[in-house]
T-cell receptor, first 112, second 114 residues
């Protein structure tokens, strides 16, 4: 079946530190891959996406590359800011459908 | 343009009652999906409606149901509430293409069951 394994949190980093949040998945076919972010008190927002192997999604300094051979979609940012404090969700789309299946989320706290 | 609107934002019910949550999608979007978010289980897919038809369904008991109207607005209903139904219920809308396309989420309806 479909499943997502996401790096356990919480993660606490100092401002300007490098961020990696690991995500691997199990799915049939080659699903589109998404990272969503949930800021405190808000709904989920799309952070970035990749729809085929070797695609790199990027937004707001965050990047993730669709690695078909390792079924991974790790999220990275070179220099985090306090405003990046949020919960991050890795979410492949179910192949042949319109719904996403989510990881457990990783809470990131960035301290000044 | 307006985003996804969910009402009510907060509500408190007691065990055995039922609840109806509403979702208005972004204008032009024909697909509405519902998710349950809890600290223990994370985000779990409930069901998706497209053009008034349920197109996909997650692994939830029959107490959870939904529908979609001709204007694409959707409601979900939970009957015979249990304590474990306490959660944030998120609605997401999209144009409805399968395999691709972004889902846009509302801020959620937070249900507390006492």
């Amino acid at each position: 079946g479909n499943s997502v394994t996401q790096m356990e949190g919480p993660v606490t980093l100092s401002e300007e530190a490098f961020l990696t949040i690991n995500c691997t998945y199990t799915a049939t076919g080659y699903p589109s891959l998404f990272w969503y972010v949930q800021y405190p008190g808000e709904g989920l927002q799309l952070l970035l996406k990749a729809t085929k192997a070797d695609d790199k999604g990027s937004n707001k300094g965050f990047e993730a590359t669709y690695r078909k051979e390792t079924t991974s979609f790790h999220l990275e940012k070179g220099s985090v800011q306090v405003s990046d404090s949020a919960v991050y969700f890795c979410a492949p789309r179910q192949t042949g459908a319109n719904n996403l299946f989510f990881g457990t989320g990783t809470r990131l706290t960035v301290i000044p | 343009k307006a985003g996804v609107t969910q009402t009510p934002r907060y509500l408190i019910k007691t065990r055995g009652q039922q609840v109806t949550l509403s979702c208005s999608p972004i204008s032009g979007h024909r697909s509405v999906s519902w998710y349950q978010q809890t600290p223990g289980q994370g985000l779990q897919f409930l069901f998706e409606y497209f053009s008034e038809t349920q197109r996909n369904k997650g692994n939830f008991p029959g107490r959870f149901s939904g529908r979609q109207f001709s204007n694409s607005r959707s409601e979900m209903n939970v009957s015979t509430l249990e304590l474990g139904d306490s959660a944030l219920y998120l609605c997401a809308s999209s144009f409805g293409q399968q395999n691709t396309g972004e889902l846009f989420f509302g801020e959620g309806s937070r249900l507390t069951v006492l």
